[in-house]
């Protein structure tokens, strides 16, 4: 084999070391790369916990200046209302003193009509004298129409004739009739008469108008328990009720109220 000349040994080992130049630039390339890579990573996470850490920081010191605000605001009363109303202390002295002014400039309600000042003495004596006789025959009609009712209601309630439910009716009324004759007021007596009984004010009305109506009429309360109509519906059934709801299913877009009405009254009734 020849041997190269100097010139090309020259110019061999002159492309070996810029080829092994070119590769120490590429691995030094390579490894700054890593580097940054590596450097920017730590930072981002150096930044982010440091920017974590003053976030929880001002989040916490914001709390709880606010809670400190909260715990120096004084509790407001309740009876306070939200929302002003113009009821203020001022408005109503404001008010006041606006219809004391106005009342300065009006007349009193005695102007607007004229006082009789004729002698009328005797006449009124007179009428006093027969309105007190008057009162007095009706006191007494009362009493003795009171005593007829009570009367009567005892015996209705020795007659054992009557349900529970209208003896107890009877008894409230008994005792309401009882109370008032003996100068009790009409509401007064009913309310402690359903009191007694366990109910309420509705309970007082209703001992009230069983009496004026017993007065009255001489009618005594009766009891509708157990004697409204029992009622069956045709819905019932599960043959009517499973044509209906076939109809529907095959006329859902364009059925109505009557369409369904004379549907059952022409076609599924009939067949019952």
């Given at each position: 084999m020849p041997q190269l000349s100097k010139r090309?040994?020259?110019?061999?080992?002159?492309?070996?070391?810029?080829?092994?130049?070119?590769?120490?630039?590429?691995?030094?390339?390579?490894?700054?790369?890593?580097?940054?890579?590596?450097?920017?990573?730590?930072?981002?996470?150096?930044?982010?916990e440091a920017n974590?850490?003053?976030n929880n920081k001002a989040n916490n010191e914001a709390n709880n200046a606010f809670k400190r605000l909260l715990q120096a605001v004084p509790e407001v009363s309740t009876y306070r209302p939200l929302v002003y109303v113009g009821n203020s202390k001022r408005s109503r002295r404001r008010r006041r003193q606006i219809q004391r002014e106005a009342a300065v400039r009006t007349s009193k309600l005695e102007s607007f009509w004229s006082q009789v000042t004729t002698d009328v003495s005797s006449s009124s004596s007179d009428n006093n004298s027969e309105t007190e006789s008057e009162s007095t025959s009706e006191?007494?009609?009362?009493?003795?129409?009171?005593?007829?009712?009570?009367?009567?209601?005892?015996?209705?309630?020795?007659?054992?004739?009557?349900?529970?439910?209208?003896?107890?009716?009877?008894?409230?009324?008994?005792?309401?009739?009882?109370l008032v004759k003996c100068g009790e007021g009409k509401t007064k007596a009913?309310?402690?008469?359903?009191k007694a009984t366990g109910k309420n004010i509705y309970r007082a009305r209703s001992i009230r108008a069983w009496t004026s109506n017993y007065l009255q009429n001489g009618t005594l309360p009766v009891s509708r328990q157990g004697k409204h109509p029992k009622t069956w519906s045709?819905?019932?059934?599960?043959?009517?009720?499973?044509?209906?709801?076939?109809?529907?299913?095959?006329?859902?877009?364009?059925?109505?109220s009557k369409d369904l009405t004379n549907y059952v009254n022409d076609e599924v009734l009939p067949k019952l």
């Open positions: 090309k040994l020259q110019l061999k080992k002159s492309r070996e070391i810029r080829k092994a130049k070119r590769q120490r630039n590429a691995n030094n390339e390579t490894n700054n790369e890593t580097n940054n890579e590596t450097n920017n990573e730590v930072n981002n996470e150096v930044n982010n974590n850490k003053a006191i007494e009609d009362n009493v003795n129409l009171y005593n007829l009712a009570i009367e009567q209601l005892e015996n209705e309630v020795k007659s054992n004739s009557h349900n529970e439910i209208e003896s107890a009716h009877l008894n409230a009324m008994l005792s309401y009739l009882r009913s309310v402690t008469v359903a045709f819905l019932w059934d599960d043959d009517v009720l499973l044509q209906i709801k076939s109809f529907l299913r095959l006329n859902k877009w364009c059925v109505s």
